[in-house]
């Protein structure tokens, strides 16, 4: 696993970079081969000597046989040098000449090219100090970059095969750098790149010493790079930003240019990450964070009162990260339905329909993460027969904390669409029974289906509110709530919660969930042999659906938090502004889309530890109910 098959094969886009073809050779001068021929070079030691032998006699065969520049070098002298025709290069004095345009042409692109590659790539890219320098820097900005976006080696090869295809200026550079490059290697002698420190060095010193001492000095023009970037940023930002008012927010807001609000939401988080050092004197925290709400607001276009919960849950710098991570999809997963076949024949299955996957992490073993497929994932035949279902890596997460047994009791109480139902059963190997609820009776169908798709036979589905399920029946083993929530985690998936989910929503939501929650403790037998177990779940990251709802069961019935046996995710909450929360509360556990590429979620795991409910709730309960209906 973790291989990618090769389905079809590449498209040769042109000649690898060791067996690309070298353009015509460059000669600085023609000192080196006379002195060659005139035995006049006394200090080379033996394996220079041999590679200096080589490279005059190339030279004096190349001086013998005149050679036409090839098409792309001609082209890329004819567009810096539009007067030049396609010059035959027959005589040293030319070669000579060609060499100084070869060079001036390559060191412009080159400077050029730096700069881009600076000016994208801020602190990677060490400063050029001369021309090798800069070569070099440049193949290892491009090598880096691609490291960082998770390259191979072949892929940049690719890349760079690609430019000579797409482009001649690159291949030109390319092969121009590569050609010195060479040059180096062969001949230190001629090289003056780093002559200083040769000077400085032994004679002796090893090819790997050299190289270790060169990188140490790039690495030296990177710190210093990215310092002076960071300096360069700090200054442009702090007390120079000037705060607007509401008036100016507005009609920035008509413009369809959000770069100024980009610039000022960065500047923004600049100040607050150090409020008391970068503040404008003249104005307070709130004064900033009101800005920068509207800023949020707008650039992400979230609702004022939503964005304002987010600010509260996150650290500043967090919250961008936070922000950034929602506009972006999560990978796709997929669950293997170990009630039909195991993780490793359906990974082998799909590799051969030439889909590329991995396993999840150490921490599944029934989870896969699809990078890319070349068939819908939602409709081979393997899905079909139901030996896996789409499903997010965070909803793998309640049902491990469930833990469900063999022949147990459970119910699901919230099930549709039932992705968490038939991983279920698929750990309780279809024994025992699984009571599949859900309100909604439409959605109830796709229960039904995927139940049956995936081989599920253990399972009742039925429909009730589970505010009410005590009376239909109690006396499980564990509970699954996976609740209806505002949906905060899954942004990405669905961006309308950012515009439509209001205070009342959220009202709505934490409200229906401590009822629910209340409900599926009073199903659960404490009495239960192997379980007495609640686990709570929600796709949402706001306080109010998730630590509030279970500081509120702690008070209310007689349970206590336990571990969920997730050893990732972050802690809960157990203080949060004004309010706090029972210190347990830090064994609930919180995912993030920026943190652990997941959809935002949170899981509790409750133990019941009697079926007493305690006396003073039901006059709470009342009290609780009452507010309820004012509210409706
Ligand atoms: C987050 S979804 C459940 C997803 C499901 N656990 C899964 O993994 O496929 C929440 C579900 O709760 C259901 N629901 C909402 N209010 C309910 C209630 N009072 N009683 C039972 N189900 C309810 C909704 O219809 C919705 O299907």
């Given at each position: 696993?973790?291989?990618?098959?090769?389905?079809?094969?590449?498209?040769?886009?042109?000649?690898?970079?060791?067996?690309?073809?070298?353009?015509?050779?460059?000669?600085?001068?023609?000192?080196?081969?006379?002195?060659?021929?005139?035995?006049?070079i006394p200090t080379l030691k033996r394996k220079r000597k041999k590679n200096s032998k080589n490279k005059a006699n190339k030279m004096v065969k190349s001086l013998s046989q005149p050679k036409q520049l090839k098409p792309e070098f001609e082209s890329d002298v004819e567009s810096d040098n539009a007067s030049d025709e396609t010059v035959r290069i027959g005589s040293p004095q030319s070669d000579i000449e060609e060499s100084?345009?070869?060079?001036?042409?390559?060191?412009?692109?080159?400077?050029?090219?730096?700069?881009?590659?600076?000016?994208?790539?801020?602190?990677?890219?060490?400063?050029?100090?001369?021309?090798?320098?800069?070569?070099?820097?440049?193949?290892?900005?491009?090598?880096?970059?691609?490291?960082?976006?998770?390259?191979?080696?072949?892929?940049?090869?690719?890349?760079?095969?690609?430019?000579?295809?797409?482009?001649?200026?690159?291949?030109?550079?390319?092969?121009?750098?590569?050609?010195?490059?060479?040059?180096?290697?062969?001949?230190?002698?001629?090289?003056?790149?780093?002559?200083?420190?040769?000077?400085?060095?032994?004679?002796?010193?090893?090819?790997?010493?050299?190289?270790?001492?060169?990188?140490?000095?790039?690495?030296?023009?990177?710190?210093?790079?990215?310092?002076?970037?960071?300096?360069?940023?700090?200054?442009?930002?702090?007390?120079?930003?000037?705060?607007?008012?509401?008036?100016?927010?507005?009609?920035?807001?008509?413009?369809?240019?959000?770069?100024?609000?980009?610039?000022?939401?960065?500047?923004?988080?600049?100040?607050?990450?150090?409020?008391?050092?970068?503040?404008?004197?003249?104005?307070?925290?709130?004064?900033?964070?009101?800005?920068?709400?509207?800023?949020?607001?707008?650039?992400?276009?979230?609702?004022?009162?939503?964005?304002?919960?987010?600010?509260?849950?996150?650290?500043?710098?967090?919250?961008?990260?936070?922000?950034?991570?929602?506009?972006?999809?999560?990978?796709?997963?997929?669950?293997?339905?170990?009630?039909?076949?195991?993780?490793?024949?359906?990974?082998?299955?799909?590799?051969?329909?030439?889909?590329?996957?991995?396993?999840?992490?150490?921490?599944?073993?029934?989870?896969?993460?699809?990078?890319?497929?070349?068939?819908?994932?939602?409709?081979?035949?393997?899905?079909?027969?139901?030996?896996?279902?789409?499903?997010?890596?965070?909803?793998?997460?309640?049902?491990?904390?469930?833990?469900?047994?063999e022949n147990e009791r459970i119910l699901d109480m919230c099930a549709a669409p039932g992705a968490k139902t038939s991983h279920i059963a698929a750990i309780m190997k279809n024994t025992g029974i699984l009571f599949a609820n859900d309100i909604n009776t439409d959605r109830c169908k796709a229960i039904v289906g995927n139940l049956h798709r995936m081989g599920v036979v253990n399972s009742v589905v039925c429909s009730h509110d589970g505010r009410k399920f005590t009376s239909v029946l109690t006396g499980f083993d564990r509970v699954l709530l996976d609740a209806p929530c505002s949906g905060t985690g899954i942004i990405s998936k669905d961006p309308a919660v950012k515009s439509n989910k209001e205070e009342k929503d959220i009202k709505h939501f934490s409200h229906l969930q401590k009822q629910l929650i209340l409900a599926a403790i009073d199903c659960v037998d404490a009495n239960s042999k192997t379980g007495g177990y609640i686990v709570y779940s929600t796709c949402s990251v706001l306080i109010e659906e998730n630590e509030w709802v279970i500081d509120y069961a702690l008070k209310k019935r007689n349970v206590k938090l336990v571990p969920t046996g997730i050893d990732f995710g972050k802690e809960g909450f157990i203080k949060y502004r004004e309010h706090r929360f029972h210190p347990s509360l830090n064994l609930t556990r919180r995912f993030y889309p920026h943190s652990h590429n997941t959809d935002g979620f949170f899981v509790a795991k409750l133990k019941k530890f009697s079926n007493i409910i305690p006396k003073s709730s039901s006059a709470d309960g009342k009290r609780f109910v009452i507010a309820l209906i004012r509210e409706m």
């Open positions: 696993m973790g291989r990618k098959a090769l389905f079809g094969e590449k498209q040769k886009s042109g000649p690898g970079r060791k067996a690309r073809k070298q353009s015509d050779p460059v000669f600085p001068g023609l000192s080196i081969a006379n002195d060659f021929k005139s035995g006049n100084n345009i070869r060079r001036k042409v390559s060191k412009d692109k080159t400077t050029e090219k730096m700069k881009k590659a600076k000016k994208f790539k801020l602190s990677l890219v060490p400063v050029p100090e001369e021309e090798s320098s800069e070569e070099d820097a440049e193949v290892e900005t491009r090598n880096l970059s691609a490291v960082l976006e998770g390259e191979s080696d072949s892929d940049v090869a690719m890349h760079e095969t690609d430019s000579e295809n797409g482009n001649n200026d690159m291949s030109f550079n390319q092969q121009d750098d590569e050609g010195e490059d060479e040059d180096r290697d062969e001949n230190d002698v001629t090289s003056n790149e780093d002559s200083s420190d040769d000077e400085k060095s032994s004679d002796d010193e090893l090819p790997i010493e050299r190289a270790s001492r060169k990188l140490q000095r790039k690495q030296k023009q990177i710190a210093k790079l990215a310092n002076e970037e960071l300096m360069e940023t700090n200054v442009t930002n702090g007390p120079e930003l000037v705060l607007p008012d509401d008036e100016e927010i507005k009609n920035e807001l008509g413009a369809s240019d959000l770069t100024l609000v980009k610039q000022r939401i960065s500047d923004i988080i600049y100040i607050l990450s150090d409020f008391s050092k970068r503040k404008d004197p003249n104005k307070s925290r709130t004064d900033y964070i009101n800005v920068l709400t509207k800023d949020l607001c707008s650039y992400y276009n979230y609702n004022e009162y939503l964005m304002e919960r987010l600010i509260e849950l996150f650290h500043v710098s967090e919250l961008k990260e936070f922000l950034e991570a929602s506009e972006v999809e999560r990978p796709v997963t997929i669950r293997t339905n170990t009630l039909k076949t195991r993780r490793r024949d359906l990974a082998q299955a799909l590799i051969n329909r030439g889909v590329n996957l991995d396993p999840i992490g150490k921490w599944s073993r029934v989870g896969l993460i699809i990078y890319d497929s070349q068939v819908p994932i939602g409709a081979t035949p393997e899905y079909l027969a139901g030996h896996y279902i789409l499903q997010g890596t965070a909803s793998l997460l309640p049902v491990m904390a469930l833990c469900p047994q």
